[in-house]
Nanobody, 116 residues
Framework: QVQVVESGGGLVRAGGSLGLSCAASRSIFSYTVMGWYRQAPGKQRELVATVTVSGSTDYADSVKGRCTISGDNVKRTVVLQMNSLKPDDTAVYYC??????????WGQGTQVTVSS
């Protein structure tokens, strides 16, 4: 059963915006962190942004000022709003979930393509 469900990827022109959503199944217990990583072809996966259940956020330097991440602990979801997108933002974006016990879960990935 899919435990991390992603949505919101797509094609956008440079300077445009899009939002990514992720939902953690209730089969994932006591999560503490949810967020997004991304991986471009031939490159390593890297942090985009995360948010804890307490509301603390962490952003990659490359997206600071352009992205906002928010979480809803009741719905068990996170939303990443990305603005002023650049071609370098093109990648497969993966939702990330970490539990209190240290277990990690990944979504299947959603493609974001930014054209110049």
């Amino acid at each position: 059963q899919v435990q991390v469900v992603e949505s919101g990827g797509g094609l956008v022109r440079a300077g445009g915006s899009l939002g990514l959503s992720c939902a953690a199944s209730r089969s994932i217990f006591s999560y503490t962190v949810m967020g997004w990583y991304r991986q471009a072809p031939g490159k390593q996966r890297e942090l985009v942004a995360t948010v804890t259940v307490s509301g603390s956020t962490d952003y990659a330097d490359s997206v600071k000022g352009r992205c906002t991440i928010s979480g809803d602990n009741v719905k068990r979801t996170v939303v990443l709003q990305m603005n002023s997108l650049k071609p370098d933002d093109t990648a497969v974006y993966y939702c990330y979930v970490r539990t209190v016990g240290g277990r990690e879960y990944w979504g299947q990935g959603t493609q974001v393509t930014v054209s110049s």
